[in-house]
């Protein structure tokens, strides 16, 4: 009698020739990059350092395109984009100890927003690991440790042979939902010596879906059909796991009212009559989801941007979709359903029953009038044409990426993606740096669609040596910097906590004259030519910079009082 566990796929004769006569001159690194493309792999990025040089020797002999950035940090945020835009886990190449430590931010960010990046980073020889102290260059007594914390899973090689494996299980935990980055690494010997192990060919990793138990989903089909006023928030993980058409066909057929979290931007039509948009900071939304009886919540963990700094109380009955464990009933209590959020919203979709509701929409507009009354009596006349001029220069389906700045609290609320997966920012996180280097790895991930990227003057400080990038790959990214002087936002943080700020005034270069010294066009504009100015440059090939001197403000917060 044969099971199934006895089959076993016999290699044809071309893969046994293969096999017994591997080209010749292969080392360490030549496994990793052969595993990469098996799996799927077309592009990596990185920065190459003495230890991970095995690697990088190795990619000239491979199909893969490098993309290689100034700054391990910024080639993380780069590969966190990638990872965002394709769905793909993206490779990311470094060195050991300096190097590896300068990307932890990056990968902080990536697993803050479910976004699935391999990071493979050399070692030391094999004989310094273990946490003796040999001297060697980049010496840690225990690196691995340094990224427990911070990535969902880490894979350390000590052979050749283990290479292919230790990659291909790591990329599965890359993809498994939720997605997030993954971290392996591999000691400078194992990297550079020579190897006569066959060429890895195709890898067979594919993530287990995570389904919902269906006890579950039918309590809360029942309870959601049977809602007087039910309302749905949906998170980042509707966006992931590409599930923005069933979340739709599920709020149509239940006339529930939908909000986005700023991490779930694009996750529901912005302009549909069931939008509550992403109105978050406002307690008039807050008010309205608070009286819900039934509450959905797919793909947020509702944590202190979702929840309006933790004022929200919802008053009736939760259910929380979540792929993240850690996440499911961590600050409400709910009917936690641990499941991807695609086939949760499939089966809520096969048993949730038609519920009429023709005043769902006028509470909608009446909420949306409440909180543009609000913002209107603040005089903030100026954000608002700026965020609006950003708006239409962008034309409908190409992807921003937003850095941690005023304008991008105001597109947080206010903006309008205009399309799927096309808004990302680094609220997940919340570091500095974001914006610019994730622009260049979407435009790496699709040449055809300019890309924009916002930041601040001091978050554009800590990526300016990526317009060395840009220039070099030519890369279809603009870049619009709000040139306020300094940390806008804790300046303003700090006089309203203490009358005065400290700390938050910058020099800064002339940003037209630097970009140009990388051979990048760049421009000086004004509130008032820049819808002009950023539509001439986002329709020109390759990088571009517009500088934009503006002192913006922030509207007030609801959730102090």
């Known amino acids: 009698m044969t099971h199934d566990h006895d089959l076993v796929l016999r ?76 769905g793909e886990a993206a490779p990311l190449l470094l060195s050991t100890g300096p190097g590896a430590l300068t990307s932890l931010a990056a990968l902080q960010e990536a697993r803050a ?45 000590r052979t050749q042979s283990q290479i292919p494996s230790a990659i291909a299980a790591a990329w599965e935990s890359a993809l498994t939902a939720p997605h997030g980055p993954v971290w392996v690494e591999i000691p400078q010997d194992v990297l550079l010596a020579e190897t ?66 700023f991490g779930g931007k694009g996750a529901f039509p912005w302009t549909h009559p069931l ?56 600050n409400h209590p709910a009917l936690g359903i641990h499941a991807d959020a695609r086939l949760a919203l499939s089966a809520l979709l096969e048993t949730v029953g ?62 309008d993606p205009r399309g799927k997966n096309t808004m990302h920012s680094a609220q997940g996180a919340g570091g500095l740096g974001y914006g610019f280097p994730a622009a260049l790895g979407a435009a790496a991930a699709d040449p055809t669609r300019p890309v924009l990227a916002v930041s601040g003057d001091g978050g554009a400080l800590y990526s300016i040596a990526e317009l060395a990038t840009a220039r070099q790959y030519g890369l279809n990214v603009t870049w619009l910097i709000v040139d306020d002087g300094g940390y806008g936002i804790l300046r303003e943080y700090m006089t309203d906590a203490f009358g005065q700020a400290t700390a938050t005034e910058l020099a800064r270069p002339d940003y037209v004259a630097l970009a140009e010294s990388f051979g990048v066009p760049g421009v000086l504009t004004t509130p008032g030519t820049l819808e002009e100015d950023l539509t001439r440059a986002l329709a020109a090939p390759g990088p571009s910079v517009v500088v934009l001197p503006a002192l913006l403000r922030m509207f007030e917060p609801t959730h102090l009082g």
């Open 113 to 157: 927003a479910s976004a699935p990046v391999l990071a493979i980073s050399s070692q030391v020889p094999t004989a310094g690991l273990g946490g003796g102290r040999h001297g060697y260059l980049h010496e840690l007594p225990d690196q691995q440790a340094s990224f427990r914390g911070v990535v969902k899973s880490v894979h350390t090689v």
């Open 354 to 415: 038609e519920r009429p509701d023709p005043s769902a929409a006028e509470r909608v507009s009446a909420v949306l009038a409440r909180v543009a009354e609000r913002i209107a009596a603040q005089e903030l006349t100026l954000e608002q044409d700026v965020l609006a001029s950003v708006r239409r220069a962008l034309s409908a389906g190409s992807p921003s990426f937003w850095d941690m700045t005023i304008l991008a609290y105001w597109a947080w609320s206010a903006f």
């Open 11 to 86: 290699p044809s004769a071309a893969q046994t020739e293969a096999a017994l006569n591997p080209p010749p001159g292969r080392n360490g690194g030549d496994l990793v990059v052969e595993t990469l493309s098996g799996l799927g792999a077309t592009t990596v990025f990185g920065l190459p350092g003495q230890h991970a040089l095995g690697m990088f020797d190795a990619l000239r002999r491979s199909s893969l395109r490098y993309i290689g950035l100034r700054v391990e940090n910024n080639a993380g945020f780069a590969a966190d984009a990638y990872g965002r835009i394709t």
């Open 275 to 330: 939008s509550l948009q992403s109105w978050l900071e406002d307690r008039h939304t807050t008010d309205f989801l608070e009286e819900a009886d039934v509450l959905l919540v797919v793909g947020s963990g509702l944590g202190e941007l979702s929840s309006n700094y933790h004022t929200f109380k919802p008053r009736g009955r939760v259910i929380q979709i979540e792929a993240d464990l850690g996440k499911l009933e961590s």
């Open 196 to 261: 006569h192990l066959p060429q890895v060919t195709a890898m067979d990793a594919t993530p287990e879906d995570l389904v919902p138990r269906p006890e579950l989903t039918a309590l809360a089909a029942h309870l959601l059909s049977s809602a007087a006023r039910p309302a749905i928030i949906a998170g980042g993980g509707v966006v992931r796991s590409d599930a923005s058409g069933k979340l739709k066909s599920l709020a149509e057929r239940l006339n529930a009212p939908v909000v986005t979290t």
